[in-house]
């Protein structure tokens, strides 16, 4: 936007690309398995969002019965401003999801200013990048499934890790924010250990308490506000706890 001066008029220019992101039919597409959050998360954010008059694409809203699945699930991905991915226990357990993040990824290649948010849904984003857990129990499967094309499943794995290294949500921190948690660190012997055990404690409500028990006093010396120190047991009070 440039102006000459106070009386001139205001030019905004839009380059072609940008023009084309104006013409997006969908602000947000959601991509998820439906029967681990259709009638959960995914309902909640997709009222969220039309309250806010953000349209949204759902395929099971969407689609009108007759229509051809795969072209029209195509446009809506690429007729989309943001995509949001929310994995979840069983997402990787169907092609039909799997190959919609290939398509997300394809889409976000061609156009690098386009926006992928990842939401882990009571699932740990390890599981999804390393295709751990339930990740791994499907893959097996569809390794066996699809022996004679293991390229479409290598695709599928790079295409897990890839999205869940984009920056995201994961829904139990979201909890944690929300509530007010007593955690209790017992034994810990090492500075570093303790760093790498409440490094996300920022993220928690406030009011939550952190305790750490340890024997070397110098371990709380940089991350404690206060420091207690347990009094000794007389030998009458050793007897009874022991």
């Known amino acids: 936007m440039a102006s000459s001066s106070s009386s001139s008029p205001?030019?905004?220019?839009?380059?072609?690309?940008?023009?084309?992101?104006?013409?997006?039919?969908?602000?947000?597409?959601?991509?998820?398995?439906?029967e681990d959050t259709r009638n959960k998360f995914v309902s909640h954010l997709d009222s969220a969002l039309s309250a806010k008059y953000i349209s949204t694409f759902m395929d099971d809203h969407e689609l009108q019965v007759g229509d051809e699945i795969s072209p029209t699930?195509?446009?809506?991905?690429q007729n989309s401003k943001i995509w949001v991915i929310i994995f979840s226990?069983?997402?990787?357990?169907?092609?039909?999801?799997?190959?919609?993040l290939v398509e997300i990824l394809e889409c976000k290649k061609r156009n690098e200013q386009s926006v992928v948010i990842p939401i882990f849904y009571e699932i740990d984003p390890s599981d999804v990048q390393k295709q751990k857990g339930s990740y791994k129990v499907a893959f097996v499967e569809l390794e066996e499934r699809f022996k004679d094309g293991m390229e479409k499943v290598h695709q599928w794995r790079a295409a897990l890790t890839e999205a869940s290294n984009l920056s995201g949500l994961n829904s139990t921190t979201f909890r944690l924010r929300r509530k007010k948690v007593l955690v209790v660190l017992d034994d810990v012997?090492?500075?570093?250990?303790?760093?790498?055990?409440?490094?996300?404690?920022?993220e928690l409500a406030p009011g939550c308490r952190i305790i750490v028990t340890t024997?070397?006093?110098?371990?709380?010396?940089?991350?404690?506000?206060?420091?207690?120190?347990?009094?000794?047991?007389?030998?009458?009070?050793?007897?009874?706890?022991?």
């Not at 030019?11 to 991509?31: A, C, D, G, M, W």
Request: aromatic residues 10%; negative net charge.
């Open 10 to 34: 205001l030019f905004l220019s839009i380059s072609p690309q940008q023009k084309h992101e104006v013409q997006k039919k969908y602000n947000v597409f959601l991509s998820f398995r439906g």
């Open 73 to 77: 699930l195509g446009q809506a991905i």
């Open 89 to 100: 226990e069983n997402y990787a357990s169907s092609t039909w999801c799997l190959n919609e």
């Open 189 to 202: 012997d090492s500075s570093i250990q303790l760093n790498v055990l409440v490094e996300g404690c920022c």
């Open 215 to 242: 024997r070397d006093k110098q371990v709380l010396r940089t991350v404690t506000d206060s420091i207690y120190q347990v009094k000794s047991l007389n030998v009458i009070e050793s007897l009874e706890l022991f």
